[in-house]
């Protein structure tokens, strides 16, 4: 076993996922390491989410095996148990619950893992945490339907933070934000990692996002993981689907020749 296997984070081996007749992963294989932001690419289909949604639990693959800090899916309840509360997840339309305050809803998993606090403790462990996303205490008693884009984006990650995970999924957290908010996303990410010591598993089609925050990116097409390494490599990896979208004007206009803009 390879040194960055050994310190891997999350274990994919021979994943298996179909509906019906339909086979998104065959025998899909992925490693990503303790402290990394890995960015997962690939075309419409390829299974990006559905991936994500395994790791998590959340579906259970047809086969294969998933490790996550440590534990294997589908082992015991307690180890899910614990991987809940070591993992945080920010959906792509941050799915906050429309009925809830900003602070209500990242009360939601201090409530649900953490009953023994005091409604007080509870309240300020909210604002903290939507503090450290970067939103004033005026939006903490805002409805999610009151707050711009970018600003849910930024709740949702800050509900995603409430239990102080170990390990963090975002599903496009820059979909549908303007270039000054993705960009302002991207760099709250790298600083929240930084300082957090968090491992990312990062879905997302932002070439400015995958340029600037991303150790590594995991390609997938044909079921599998097509390439798993740096975006120098994998921008000349030889394939028709990454020259297309490493090597296309868009990529192009992502980094400029001879800036690395990356930590």
């Given at each position: 076993m390879s040194v960055g296997e050994q310190r891997a984070v999350i274990r994919v081996e021979g994943l298996v996922n179909r509906f019906g007749t339909q086979l998104v992963h065959d025998g899909l294989d992925l490693?990503?390491?303790?402290g990394e932001i890995l960015g997962v690419v690939g075309g419409s289909g390829t299974g990006k989410s559905v991936l994500m949604r395994s790791i998590l639990?959340?579906?259970p693959p047809q086969g294969g095996r998933i490790e996550v800090l440590g534990y294997q899916l589908g082992r015991s309840p307690e180890a899910e148990a614990v991987l809940r509360r070591q993992t945080g997840v920010l959906f792509q339309d941050g799915a906050l619950f429309s009925s809830l305050t900003v602070a209500e809803n990242v009360e939601v998993p201090l409530k649900a893992h953490c009953p023994d606090l005091s409604d007080d403790f509870r309240r300020l462990l909210a604002r903290l945490k939507l503090a450290m996303v970067g939103l004033s205490a005026a939006a903490a008693d805002k409805l999610p339907a009151e707050l711009s884009g970018g600003m849910r984006k930024r709740a949702g990650l800050a509900r995603a933070l409430a239990l102080d995970p170990a390990l963090l999924f975002l599903d496009?957290?820059?979909?549908?934000?303007?270039p000054i908010g993705a960009a302002d996303f991207d760099e709250l990410l790298l600083t929240l990692t930084r300082a957090l010591g968090l491992s990312v598993f990062l879905i997302t089609h932002d070439l400015d996002t995958l340029y600037r925050?991303?150790?590594?990116?995991a390609v997938l097409a044909g079921g599998k993981v097509l390439v798993c390494e740096s975006i120098e490599q994998v921008e000349s990896f030889d394939h028709d689907w990454t020259r297309a979208y490493f090597q296309g004007p868009r990529a192009r206009s992502a980094v400029k020749p001879g800036q690395d803009t990356r930590r």
């Open positions: 490693h990503m390491q303790r639990g959340l579906r496009e957290p820059t979909a549908g934000l303007d925050v991303c150790d590594r990116v």
